[in-house]
């Protein structure tokens, strides 16, 4: 029997693996990022500076961050202004509340958060601050 083979049909003698590799490089990139913010636990925002900043006890507080693009978040959820009202109206007066604002957040985001607990009646309020 004489097998006759066209110049298109080639034996696969390996398996080309370098795009599995690259793609198992770019999934480990996206878990390891992932891991370390949700190990942190924390959203990144740049403290601004102060002279006159103080260490506060630490105590069960709410802390509310905002971020540089206008993000609101309410110990470590992202929420919207609207969710953040409903959250504080229920909220004692007396609790604790830390704001927590980038640096170069818009000062609208700062004062609307802080015209809000305000209104509510908030007295405990403070502003977090990188030492000089």
Do not use: C, H, W
């Amino acid at each position: 029997m004489i097998i006759v083979r066209s110049m298109e049909e080639k034996e696969i003698s390996s398996m080309n693996v370098i795009p599995l590799v690259d793609i198992m490089l770019v999934l480990l990139t996206i878990v390891l990022t992932t891991a370390t913010f949700i190990a942190k636990g924390e959203i990144p925002v740049e403290l601004p500076e102060a002279k006159s900043g103080k260490a506060v006890q630490p105590q069960e507080s709410v802390v509310i961050t905002i971020t540089k693009e206008g993000k609101i978040y309410l110990k470590s959820r992202e929420v919207s202004y609207e969710e953040l009202k409903e959250f504080l109206k229920t909220l004692n007066r007396q609790t604790p509340v830390e704001i927590n604002a980038d640096k170069n957040a818009k000062l609208e985001n700062f004062v609307k958060v802080f015209d809000l607990l305000n209104q509510y009646g908030f007295k405990n309020v403070n502003l977090l601050v990188k030492k000089e």
